[in-house]
Antibody
């Protein structure tokens, strides 16, 4: 059971980037999946969550700029990030939430670094 | 949004010490609180759910308590591998969960 992120890198302010997260050992479509980020030297910040076919949720700081999605056939999760700002610089983690009993986030990827700078 | 505060933000302790970290919520969250351990360059690891339920494989020296707005993570006898940053997380208004600012535990 694991998650592996990719797609991070250096991008100029105002640019776009798409993060990917490949899941193995479980199905993304049957779980609540989230993106959590961590700015350098800072704490953890929830970014976005998606479940199955439907509802998506976003932190106010990224609403209207980021889009979470998944590809069930590939068992993958994505985060499309547009209009990037310097304050979006962070390690982005893909994660699985245990929602049946709200016990927490039990599986995390290794993270992918996004640096927004000119 | 529900805010979480942690205290202390930093603590220096020796191997074998008993360590206590507090987490306070800005409003009642019943027992929907989790604790994580994060080591440098690594992803967080879920230690405790529902304020006091130890996850499988987590050493019994870790324990959690509390409900409502006040929560505590205790390490009964600090081991070298426990030096890390610890975060609390509230799930009461999932999916808009929030994390505390973290407590860094360093070697004295």
């Amino acid at each position: 059971v694991q998650l592996v992120e990719s797609g991070g890198g250096l991008i100029q302010p105002g640019g776009s980037l798409r993060l990917s997260c490949a899941a193995s050992g479980f199905t993304v479509s049957s779980n609540y999946m989230s993106w959590v980020r961590q700015a350098p030297g800072k704490g953890l910040e929830w970014v976005s969550t998606i479940y199955g076919g439907g509802p998506t949720y976003y932190a106010d700081s990224v609403k209207g700029r980021f889009t979470i999605s998944r590809d069930n056939s590939k068992n993958m999760l994505f985060l499309q990030m547009n209009s990037l700002r310097a304050e979006d610089t962070a390690v982005y983690y893909c994660a699985r939430d245990v929602v049946s009993d709200l016990s927490g986030t039990d599986i995390w990827g290794q993270g992918t670094m996004v640096t927004v700078s000119s | 949004d529900i805010q979480l505060t942690q205290s202390p933000s930093f603590l220096s302790a020796s191997v074998g010490d008993r360590v206590t970290i507090s987490c306070r919520a800005s409003q009642g969250i019943t027992f929907y609180l989790a604790w994580y351990q994060q080591k440098p360059g690594k992803a967080p690891k879920l230690l405790i759910s529902h304020a006091s339920t130890l996850q499988s494989g987590v050493p019994s020296r870790f324990s959690g308590s509390g409900s409502g707005t006040e929560f505590t993570l205790t390490i009964s006898s600090l081991q070298p591998e426990d030096f890390a940053t610890y975060y609390c997380q509230q799930l009461n208004n999932y999916p808009r969960f929030t994390f505390g600012p973290g407590t860094q535990v360093e070697i004295k």
